[in-house]
Nanobody
Framework: QVQLVESGGGLVQSGTSLRLSCAAS??????LGWFRQAPGQGREGVGG????????DYADSVKGRFTISLDNNENTMYLQMNGLKLEDTGLYFC????????????????????WGQGTQVTVSA
């Protein structure tokens, strides 16, 4: 299994920025993604990246504010979060895609095989 460790979360004010990191034991050939879970809600796809070509996709709620990038040399995926809103509060997970491929559906948790433990992001007013 691919081992994933998220970091970079914290308590921030609305309108500010954070960058989350996902350190992987190895980067998959398929895809990587970010998900989040807020209190009382299910796990939500935030965005993802196809490992081979770097193409990304994002949830409508974060488009224009969040950016995913990969550092292949460091086996790390980043989530740059700008213009944070109260609604962005949640436990953020990164995930590594399975060998079966990602089916052009980066926001679908079913395409991912491995998950980190999460890092908490709390946005205050």
């Amino acid at each position: 299994q691919v081992q994933l460790v998220e970091s970079g979360g914290g308590l921030v004010q609305s309108g500010t920025s954070l960058r989350l990191s996902c350190a992987a034991s190895t980067l998959p050939d398929t895809c990587l993604g970010w998900f989040r879970q807020a209190p009382g809600q299910g796990r939500e796809g935030v965005g993802g990246v196809f490992a081979r070509n770097g193409a990304t996709d994002y949830a409508d709620s974060v488009k224009g504010r969040f950016t995913i990038s990969l550092d292949n040399n460091e086996n790390t995926m980043y989530l740059q979060m700008n213009g944070l809103k109260l609604e962005d509060t949640g436990l953020y997970f990164c995930a590594s895609g399975g060998h079966w491929g990602c089916r052009n559906d980066l926001l679908n948790p079913d395409v991912y095989a491995n998950w980190g433990q999460g890092t908490q992001v709390t946005v205050s007013a």
